[in-house]
């Protein structure tokens, strides 16, 4: 299901306000899988015959391996390789599909936060420094912001568990049927 333009838009403000930009760029982005077109080298023309020389050509991103899903990308130097067909010195390279096994799942801001923040964390610790604010860089608060979350985790997944909703949970349950008398004396 593909987001309105305006909702990805306001993510993608939300992305470059966070992270930054570089050389006029946002470092992060939200696309849509089939939107995406890139200017690579190719031997081949649209209808797919083989052409005598290479040229540039703008040709599908994503379309042929990922449809109708948005995906999260950041912005990349492009390394100098030999048998390198991209021709721009920067590129956007996926971050993350939005799926699961289900289908396409809904992009939102703490689903793209979290993505960003632990690919930028993994980064950071293979010695290649990003800038970047950890969340939890007070201990102190982030033992309680920690505690908080599992709380609230807790509560969500666990808040209605009772011995008896347990056992009809995995069709177990029992019932012992009694005899009602009444209290009234006739």
């Not at 109708?68 to 021709?87: F, G, M, S, Y």
């Not at 982030?142 to 009772?162: D, G, H, V």
């Amino acid at each position: 299901m593909k987001l309105p333009d305006d909702i990805v838009e306001e993510i993608n403000k939300l992305l470059k306000d966070l992270y930054g930009e570089t050389d006029s760029k946002p470092n992060f982005r939200l696309v849509w899988s089939e939107d995406q077109l890139e200017h690579r080298w190719t031997n081949f023309t649209d209808e797919g015959w083989q052409l005598v020389n290479p040229e540039v050509r703008q040709l599908p991103k994503y379309r042929q391996w990922v449809q109708e899903k948005h995906i999260l990308e950041r912005l990349t130097v492009v390394p100098a390789v030999k048998d390198n067909d991209l021709v721009e010195v920067l590129s956007y390279e996926p971050l993350w599909v939005f799926e699961n096994a289900q289908g396409p799942t809904v992009p939102s801001i703490p689903v793209c936060k979290f993505i960003i923040e632990n690919v930028l964390r993994a980064i950071e610790t293979q010695g290649q420094r990003v800038k970047y604010k950890d969340p939890n860089s007070n201990p102190a608060e982030s033992l309680e912001l920690q505690k908080a979350n599992i709380e609230k985790i807790y509560k969500e997944l666990f808040a209605n568990e009772t011995e008896v909703g347990d056992a009809l949970a995995v069709r177990e349950g029992v019932t012992v049927p009694s005899k009602i008398t009444s209290t009234k004396e006739s």
